[in-house]
């Protein structure tokens, strides 16, 4: 298992991204979090195999339908701490 911490750019609030960042997750059997930053931008701890984080970060890049995501910054850990599922944080 890895633990990707992402921060995505772009137009990814007021958007519904944060929601479509969860079922996404979801679908994937991805664990972790995602919420809004007060920059603009949107943070998510991702935790998974790497095949599986590497087709999730393929899929944030294409936004829901809404969203126009510009730039994802990965940074790959080792998980830190146990997630039982994926939530939305506010």
């Known amino acids: 298992m890895k633990q990707f911490h992402l921060i995505v750019s772009g137009r990814v609030q007021g958007v519904g991204f944060r929601y479509f960042v969860q079922t996404l997750a979801l679908e994937n059997h ?3 979090w995602v ?15 790497p095949d599986t984080l ?11 339908r809404f969203a126009k995501v510009q730039h994802i910054e990965i940074t790959e850990n080792e998980p830190k701490e146990p997630f039982l599922n994926f939530k939305v944080i506010y």
């Open 30 to 32: 991805v664990t972790g």
């Open 35 to 49: 919420r809004n930053k007060t920059d603009g931008t949107v943070e998510c701890i991702a935790v998974a195999s």
């Open 54 to 64: 590497h087709t999730f970060v393929e899929k944030l890049k294409k936004g829901n």
